[in-house]
């Protein structure tokens, strides 16, 4: 690492590869012949500045994401394994980060090689007995980075860089007691609500789906259900229309619920609103007047499900936008259906526990919000960017 741990013996390999056995293993990005535009149309990315950016650059990039997936996710092997295998997601954020570092030339940022030897013996995956382990660092960085020290180093220091830019560009950004409430809030409390559910189920028995309807889509979609792409010299197996009828069937019927469900679901929210604030109802008044089942759910949080609606994430999120006494929510499309709602009740937050979490929770807010800072300069400079690939094709550059 640096001079100072490259002069140090690497010694023991065997028994260090049982450490590293948490950590998927992943192709040696920078080992072998990268890039050829073959097939995509393009002999270079795209320009930054009018200077042309080689492919070869964007892969070095990549494996600079790659390196701060692996520290950010390095005890999560499921989620740093589904980042890993998706190169067009890679790409973007290795074309991201090459952006940012050009912009960071323009501010003169240096990072001196003790910030850089700081950060790695800090880091968790470099320890052992509680402190830095010269002998399982290098181990890491060979096998499970697949980098020699120097390039790895040379990575953590380009990632200081970008931390140092968006520090420069979020140097006002300042957290409030109440952001950081509503952030402890979301993880925390739970809620019960009022609501309405619009079911698929109402709609089925509206729908019907012609034959015609049905020939004409497979006639246009017909090559989307092969089953798989034809080889060379061999004809495309497109299966016949009576195959995959009742396919086209079920899907053409659900675009339709959905459909439906939608149109009806802004009618009755309109009508809702519009009778609440004329005549001074309730949601829940609102709703018998027009015939429709009100219904209560128990206290929830974020983190649970809820019966006959699902996933209690993203209503949790929603019912954050609804300040105001018995506000009703806009409709919200969920897995059956749309539901529409107002919060009935909440269970409250631990104070004291609060208070003992309250400077972490206002740290995740303030780099969030130093995140979303960064997220807009990059908006800036994006106009002096252009991209002549398609993400998308990322894996046509190997070979």
């Known amino acids: 690492m640096l001079k100072f741990f490259r002069n140090r013996r ?8 049982l450490v590293i056995l948490i950590v998927p293993a992943f192709a040696l990005w920078e080992g072998g012949s990268i890039l050829r535009s073959r097939g995509i149309g393009a002999n270079y990315v795209g320009t930054i500045d009018n200077e042309n950016i080689s492919f070869d650059e964007l892969f070095r990039n990549m494996a600079g994401i790659r390196s701060q997936l692996i520290l950010n996710y390095f005890n999560q092997p499921k989620a740093l394994d589904e980042f890993s295998n998706n190169k067009p997601f890679l790409a973007k954020l290795g074309w991201e980060r090459l952006v940012l570092l050009k912009e960071a030339k323009t501010h003169n940022i240096r990072i001196s090689d003790k910030e850089v030897i700081n950060y790695i013996q800090a880091h968790p ?11 399982l660092y290098n181990h890491i960085i060979r096998y499970t980075f697949g980098l020699d020290p120097r390039r790895f180093e040379e990575i953590v220091r380009e990632n200081l860089v970008i931390q140092n830019l968006k520090d420069i560009v979020s140097k006002d950004v300042k957290v409030s007691e109440e952001e950081t409430l509503r952030e402890y809030k979301r993880d925390n409390e739970k809620i019960k609500i009022s609501y309405i559910l619009i079911s698929n189920k109402d709609f089925l028995d509206k729908v019907t789906i012609d034959d015609n309807v049905m020939r004409d889509y497979y006639e246009k979609h017909k090559f989307e259900f092969m089953v798989s792409l034809p080889k060379n010299g061999e004809n495309a197996a497109i299966p016949d229309f009576d195959d995959v009828k009742n396919n086209i ?13 939608f149109e009806y679901a802004q009618d009755i929210y309109k009508k809702i609103m519009e009778t609440t604030e004329k005549e001074n109802l309730t949601f829940e008044d609102t709703v018998a007047k027009f015939g429709l089942k009100i219904m209560e759910s128990s206290l929830f949080s974020k983190s649970d499900y809820i019966e006959g609606v699902g996933e209690a994430n993203y209503l949790i999120e929603v019912a954050l936008t609804l300040t105001k006494p018995n506000q009703i929510s806009n409709p919200i499309e969920i897995k059956n259906g749309i539901i529409i709602f107002k919060i009935s009740g909440t269970g409250g937050i631990d104070e004291e526990k609060f208070k003992k979490e309250k400077d972490i929770y206002s740290k995740k807010v303030l780099e969030a ?20 690939i398609n993400f998308q094709d990322i894996e046509k550059c190997y070979h």
């Open 249 to 261: 069937r079920i899907y053409l019927t659900e675009n339709k619920v959905k459909l439906m469900e």
């Open 10 to 17: 690497v010694v023991k390999r065997i028994f260090w590869m």
């Open 125 to 135: 995956m470099f320890g052992r007995s509680g402190g830095f382990d010269s002998r």
């Open 369 to 388: 919000k130093k995140l979303r800072k960064l997220d807009e300069r990059f908006k800036k400079i994006s106009p002096r960017t252009h991209l002549k």
